[in-house]
């Protein structure tokens, strides 16, 4: 049998594409890998820069020093700026349900309103009012005036742990919207009628289903 010879740039196009396929590169780090090194990297020469005394009339590290300080200054504000729904002192103090007589079945009416003409903010409001007043109905929750969108996530979650989680999540965007200026959405309205949904079929567990799960529960 005879093979043809092949010539040189046949041969590089070959190993060229060889090369290309994935798995010789399966274990290199991706581009946020690789952007994050560099950051690191540059940041640590600034320190360095910054901290590296130099003879008179030349850079003592100012300029470093400044971009270090602008950078933790940004940090800060995009931190405040992510929590500032949760550091709000109102979302603590201002109740959730208003003192008038309601039924979760109102909320739902009104956060359906709201929603249908693109209120989210208010739809949002009146999704978790129908969520904090469908557990009071209920008496998985003791009817409490003055109970804020924290404390009706953490008391509705204690109760309720296999929905503590999403519970926290409806109460941060309620504060995210209402104390921290931060516009309704249809997402997050979404999520809120998710919860009622979910909530509405919800069960307190009983101790004495515990004991009985403890008791039939198959030893590992």
Do not use: C
């Not at 640590?44 to 009339?57: F, K, Q, S, V, Y």
């Not at 309601?102 to 009012?129: C, F, K, P, Y």
């Not at 004495?208 to 590992?220: G, I, K, L, M, N």
């Amino acid at each position: 049998m005879r093979f043809d010879p092949i010539g040189r740039e046949e041969a590089r196009d070959l190993a060229r594409r060889e090369l290309e396929k994935g798995i010789y590169h399966q274990d290199e780090p991706s581009w946020l890998e690789r952007a994050w090194q560099e950051f690191q990297e540059w940041l640590n020469e600034l320190l360095r820069r910054t901290a590296d005394p130099r003879p008179p009339g030349e850079d003592r590290g100012w300029l470093s020093l400044l971009i270090i300080v602008l950078l933790l200054a940004a940090a800060v504000a995009l931190t405040a700026w992510l929590m500032r729904g949760r550091w709000n002192v109102r979302s603590r103090r201002q109740p959730l349900l208003e003192r008038r007589p309601s039924t979760a079945t109102d909320h739902r009416a009104a956060a359906e309103r709201h929603a249908a003409a693109g209120q989210w903010a208010e739809a949002i409001r009146e999704r978790l009012r129908a969520i904090a007043r469908d557990l009071e109905e209920r008496v998985i929750l003791d009817a409490r005036p003055g109970r804020t969108a924290d404390e009706l996530a953490a008391e509705a979650g204690a109760v309720l742990p296999e929905h503590a989680e999403r519970l926290r999540e409806g109460a941060r965007i309620f504060d995210d919207v209402w104390y921290g200026d931060r516009p309704g959405t249809r997402e997050g309205y979404a999520t809120l009628a998710a919860l009622d949904e979910a909530l509405r079929s919800a069960r307190p567990r009983t101790r004495s289903a515990e004991r009985s799960a403890e008791r039939f529960e198959v030893p590992a």
